[in-house]
């Protein structure tokens, strides 16, 4: 099975606000409104087998990425992680190679909206953030 997913970019004019939990790498954080969602279908499927929620925010003067998942099809689980360690991060202009296979795996699809996210901290400075944001699955082909 092939997947496709939308380069859904999720594409917005972010302002790169947030709260400061403290200089861990990763940490936790609730689901807000200002979460954007994505989803990866597999080829020919009507149906995702992957929905996600995430944002982006300041922590320690560096941005942060928080994300959630929720996995409709267990059989495909090990494309997916292969699938999000090969993740694009766009800001602005710029392209990174991000691996987000540490995003929280919620239990169901409400969870997205009022769940707990991981968050990565990465070396990407706050200050080049307060603009265009997208994120990307890598791709993948799942085999029967």
């Known amino acids: ?7 859904f970019l999720s594409v917005v ?13 990763d940490y936790q954080e609730q689901v807000t409104s200002a979460y954007f ?14 929905r996600y929620s995430w944002h982006v925010t300041e ?10 998942t929720h996995l409709r099809d267990a059989g495909v689980r090990s494309t997916i992680r292969r699938m999000s360690r090969n993740a694009t991060f766009y800001l602005n202009e710029q392209i990174f190679d991000i691996d987000v296979s540490y995003f ?3 239990r ?6 009022t769940g707990t996210a991981t968050c990565r901290v990465t070396e990407i400075p706050a200050a080049a953030g307060g603009g265009t944001v997208g ?9 029967d």
């Open 59 to 68: 922590q320690s003067g560096r941005l942060a990425v928080c994300g959630i």
């Open 1 to 7: 099975m092939r997947f496709l997913h939308q380069r």
């Open 104 to 106: 929280t795996e919620a």
């Open 13 to 25: 004019c972010a302002a790169v606000l947030g709260a400061s939990p403290g200089m861990a790498q």
């Open 108 to 113: 169901n699809s409400e969870q997205l909206r």
């Open 37 to 50: 969602t994505g989803e990866i279908a597999g080829h020919g499927m009507i149906n995702p087998v992957l």
């Open 135 to 143: 994120l990307s699955y890598g791709s993948g082909t799942h085999r």
